[in-house]
């Protein structure tokens, strides 16, 4: 029951948000939807999915609603909420910032 | 803080609504493997592969489910519930466990709860009474009494917001039909009902003008017990006479129960009578002792201000008058419990120490318990790891069985408080004062107890819990790896130490306590107990003059002496070893006809008796004469002196014929000593021996009340009882008459060793089953565990008695350990007891001390053998098999 590291757990928050900030979506729509957005190059394992999507709900920047899929089942719907609107901004923020730095930083002499 | 609240809301949903929120959760993940089930199929595989691979790649679902219900928060609430589920069911799977813990801690809990009140309730209780923290005790200089014109006239003085005063020596005699009884009362100033706000049952409390001692009042408010026992609880008693020292007085008011009285104690005097000359003799003398004082304190003043104002009355009143008190000696809040008890104080920490010792050795019990019941359950805790509890969540688990202990054992404890309380408030004691220790069951005594459980169990539980959960983190389910290695030092091998260490000390003091019960039984008084009985009189004093009390006497020994039977007969002012002993003086005494500079500090007891005393008590004569009726007012001074005052102060002189100074009334008196009687004891039958001085009761007819006849019998001395008794009650009708055999009187001698060996013993013997249940279950425990080691030993040729030496010498260590450390300390503990002792009873008896130690040697020998035959009796084969 390993625990994902910090930078990974964040990162999901990261994807989840920006995910459904789009439009609601249930957890399979959003793994896949992450597994295709990033070609194939994020797998989400379920593990790590459904736990951070009920941690996000806690926290009050998701909210549950029942909908219906594409085949017509009843499920469990995760839409952002004004707070996870500006979490997602804020984590969005720090993403880029953090992004920035390490590419200045691997990419030092090459220009 | 919408979102705070909206998360506790999440959160309170979630835990109403547990179910539901499983369901939903249960039905997403549902969904999530039907998707990936369709996905897989439409990239060919078949069904059930289609279903397997989905699955595989969710990874473990109840893991997952669990991980989510983490992020509620409501998992410790959850778990908690289930955990005290759990653990009832779990321990409830061991009833003797149970039993045992539960015993433990409520005998130890329960036994100090007990000892802690009962202290309390004597020492500490608030007398009752209308805003009792106002109440101060007054001293005036040095002394607890003061007379009568001094109350009134510091009462005048208006320095406090009324003074009262109460004196409870003494008794008065009742009479009630045929029967004459003296009782024991409580003299109070007439302004006392008023001061003090007492509360009454029935009718009221005299006031401050009706029972001015000047106008000879004749009042009296009862108690609720001679309420019941004497006036047949008579709602109508109000009104009614009494007749006190042969007078009429009438009923006021009836005392509530449960009343504390002022003297504290759990002192509770029967009649409640407004101070006269007519029931204290003297009462307007300049010096009698006629009242303690308490007074109240005026709204919103402070002591100190309240003392100041008092203290300057009774300097100003010293000026005027140089015989009165030079000024105030103390002032301190009755709440503050009565001082200068140190001895009580004293009995009372030892008892709480016990109470301790033996909480602290159930602690020990059930600690040991616990982690011998976690040994057991290792593998269940591993597996619980395995499936991935948390360390924290496994120590919860385990620390949720103490919460039931805790519950169970303050049951147990109260009901063991509950029976210590009737035990104790049922059994009579021999005591000349009337006693009620009214000890009410209420929330305090409850919260005592019930803090001292939770204290014990999460002592005696987070050990075990902790090294529990530590066990289980080793790698799971390879326990057999451990079982050839023996460790001594082990958690459970200083628990062993401990409560040997604690054991031993609470069984020191037992056997000491136990031993100087036998040794007190047996040591002699000095005096013949067997062949002798005494009558004590109390007179009305107002009936007699020294003269006709002397007359009176000398009549009632020739009646005595008279009844078939009776060999001898004697009257004394005071009887050895009754609360009326005597007097115990001390002064500095000059021998005339020696230069003043050779006088000596000298301290004694002194009795005043009558011709033929000493024959009659079996005192024996050793040089010169007994007192004679010669010896009368008028004839010189004579005094006899026991052995060791000869040995003591009169050391190279001839005893017969000296002329000792003895402080009399104002001036030293000469007095030839005519006499040398042998030693005997005075005040308690534990004392170191005393010097003593006799004096002619015919030379100095005593004061007070109460006075001795004694007589020798040759029979039966129960026989004579009820002859000598009617024949004294003859002459004087309204004399209280108690006749005893001299045997049965001394029960109160021997009252404090039979207490303290009572409760001691009680409460040792309740250690000691605990002790030795433990260091059984510990060491045999730790011997079973050994089996499989010990099979392997035997497997590979080990004799029998080797391996027994092994087990022994292991379990011996241990016990040694903890029986030094134990002897070491108890020797400390012991050390304050020395005055409860008789006399020549170390506080560090080699007996107590040795048998304490035998006894541990032989339990742990005794624990150890039988699972040790059992080992070696088990092929190597079998052991190695067992687990």
């Known amino acids: ?111 | 803080m919408p979102r705070t609240l909206d998360r506790l809301w999440h959160r309170l949903r979630a835990l109403l609504l547990r179910r539901r929120a499983d369901t939903s959760l249960a039905a997403e993940i549902a969904l999530h493997l039907e998707e990936a089930e369709r996905e897989h199929r439409a990239r060919g595989l078949g069904p059930a592969e289609a279903r397997l691979a989905a699955r595989r790649d969710f990874g473990g679902v109840a893991l997952i489910e669990e991980q989510c219900r983490d992020t509620r928060r409501v998992a410790l609430a959850q778990s908690l519930i289930q955990d005290l589920r759990y653990g009832l069911r779990a321990l409830l799977a061991q009833p003797l466990v149970v039993l045992a813990a539960t015993a433990s801690i409520g005998a130890g809990a329960g036994a100090t709860a007990f000892v802690v009140n009962l202290a309390s309730e004597l020492l500490l209780a608030k007398p009752s009474g209308r805003d009792v923290d106002a109440l101060v005790n007054i001293r005036l200089d040095g002394n607890s009494h003061v007379s009568y014109a001094d109350w009134r006239a510091l009462d005048d003085a208006g320095a406090l917001d009324g003074l009262a005063g109460y004196h409870v020596e003494g008794s008065v005699n009742i009479r009630q039909g045929d029967r004459t009884d003296a009782v024991v009362p409580m003299l109070v100033t007439a302004n006392f009902f008023d001061v003090l706000g007492v509360p009454l049952a029935l009718g009221r409390g005299f006031t401050a003008v009706e029972a001015a001692a000047e106008r000879n009042p004749r009042l009296v408010v009862v108690s609720d017990g001679f309420w019941r026992a004497r006036l047949g609880a008579d709602p109508g008693a109000v009104g009614r006479a009494l007749i006190v020292n042969g007078e009429p007085y009438t009923i006021l008011g009836v005392l509530p129960k449960g009343l504390k009285s002022m003297p504290g104690f759990g002192l509770a005097p029967e009649v409640y009578l407004p101070l006269s000359g007519a029931l204290l003799p003297g009462l307007y003398h300049p010096h009698a002792a006629a009242a303690q004082l308490v007074g109240r304190l005026k709204p919103g003043a402070g002591i100190a201000q309240a003392a100041a104002a008092l203290d300057t009355v009774v300097r100003r009143r010293r000026v005027e008058d140089p015989d009165r008190p030079r000024h105030l000696g103390a002032m301190t809040p009755v709440t503050s419990g009565v001082p200068g008890l140190g001895s009580i104080w004293s009995f009372f920490a030892v008892l709480v120490v016990v109470g301790g010792l033996v909480l602290g050795i159930a602690c020990a019990n059930v600690a040991g318990l616990l982690l011998a019941r976690n040994t057991v359950r290792q593998k269940e805790l591993a597996l619980r790891v395995a499936l991935g509890a948390s360390r924290a969540r496994v120590a919860q688990q385990l620390f949720v069985e103490s919460i039931w202990l805790a519950v169970l054992g303050t049951i147990s404890g109260v009901l063991v408080m509950v029976l210590a309380m009737a035990v104790v408030g049922n059994v009579p004691l021999p005591l000349p004062l009337p006693l009620e220790l009214g000890v009410p069951l209420d929330w305090r005594l409850f919260a005592l107890t019930l803090s001292m459980v939770v204290i014990a169990t999460v002592a005696s539980g987070v050990l075990p819990a902790l090294s529990g959960s530590r066990d289980a983190l080793s790698p799971a389910l390879k326990q057999t790896e451990r079982a050839y290695v023996h460790r001594r030092w082990t958690l459970r091998g200083l628990l062993v130490i401990g409560q040997v260490t604690l054991s031993v000390g609470l069984v020191v003091t037992a056997l000491l306590f136990v031993r100087n019960l036998s040794l007190a039984r047996t040591s002699s008084p000095g005096f013949d107990t067997a062949q002798t009985v005494v009558a004590q009189l109390g007179l009305v004093e107002s009936r007699y003059t020294p003269e006709t009390r002397v007359a009176f006497l000398q009549q009632a020994v020739e009646r005595v002496e008279a009844l078939p039977g009776v060999e001898r007969a004697a009257f004394a002012f005071g009887m050895p070893l009754s609360i009326r002993h005597g007097r115990t003086s001390g002064a500095r005494l000059t021998i005339a006809g020696e230069p003043a500079t050779s006088g000596f500090p000298a301290s004694w007891a002194e009795n005043i008796v009558g011709p033929g005393y000493f024959d009659t008590i079996g005192i024996a004569r050793r040089q010169g004469r007994d007192f004679t009726a010669a010896d009368t007012v008028g004839t010189p001074p004579v005094a006899i002196v026991n052995e060791t005052f000869v040995r003591r102060y009169l050391s190279g002189r001839t005893p017969i014929g000296l002329h000792v100074m003895l402080p009399g009334p104002g001036h030293d008196i000469d007095h030839e000593i005519v006499g040398v009687v042998a030693d005997s004891r005075h005040r308690s039958i534990g004392e170191s021996q005393m010097a003593a001085i006799y004096l002619a009761y015919l030379q100095r007819p005593a004061d007070g009340r109460v006075v001795h006849v004694l007589a020798r019998v040759s029979g039966d001395p129960a026989a004579s009882l009820r002859p000598v008794a009617s024949v004294l009650a003859e002459l004087d009708r309204s004399a209280a008459v108690d006749v005893q055999t001299v045997s049965q009187s001394l029960a109160f001698a021997f009252l404090p060793s039979r207490v303290g060996a009572a409760l001691l013993g009680g409460l040792g013997a309740i250690g000691l089953t605990l002790a030795m249940a433990g260091l059984f279950a510990m060491v045999s425990y730790s011997v079973t565990r050994r089996t499989k080691e010990i099979g392997v030993r035997m497997a590979l040729g080990a004799p029998a008695g080797a391996v027994v030496r092994l087990v022994v010498a292991d379990a011996a260590v241990l016990v040694a350990t903890g029986l030094v450390i134990g002897l070491v300390l108890a020797a400390l503990v012991t050390q304050p007891l020395a005055m409860f002792l008789v006399d020549g009873l170390s506080p560090h008896d080699p007996l107590a001390f040795a048998g304490t130690a035998l006894l541990f040697a032989a339990v742990s020998v005794a624990a150890t053998i039988p699972p040790v035959r059992r080992a070696i009796g088990v092929g190597p084969l079998v052991a190695l098999r067992t687990e």
Do not use: N
């Not at chain 1, 994020?42 to 951070?52: D, E, K, N, R």
């Open chain 1, 1 to 111: 029951m390993g625990k994902p590291s910090d930078l990974i757990q964040g990162t999901l928050d990261l994807l989840i948000l920006k995910t459904v900030s789009l439009e609601p979506k249930h957890g399979w729509a959003i793994a896949k939807r992450i597994q295709q957005v990033s070609q194939d190059a994020l797998q989400v394992t379920q593990g790590s999915l459904y736990p951070a999507l009920h941690r996000l709900e806690q926290q009050g920047w998701l909210r549950a609603k029942t909908g219906q899929t594409d085949t017509g089942r009843e499920a469990k719907f995760y839409a952002l909420t004004p707070a996870g609107r500006k979490q997602l901004a804020r984590e969005l923020e720090s993403w880029d910032r953090l992004s920035g730095a390490i590419g200045l930083v691997v990419r030092d002499g090459e220009a």
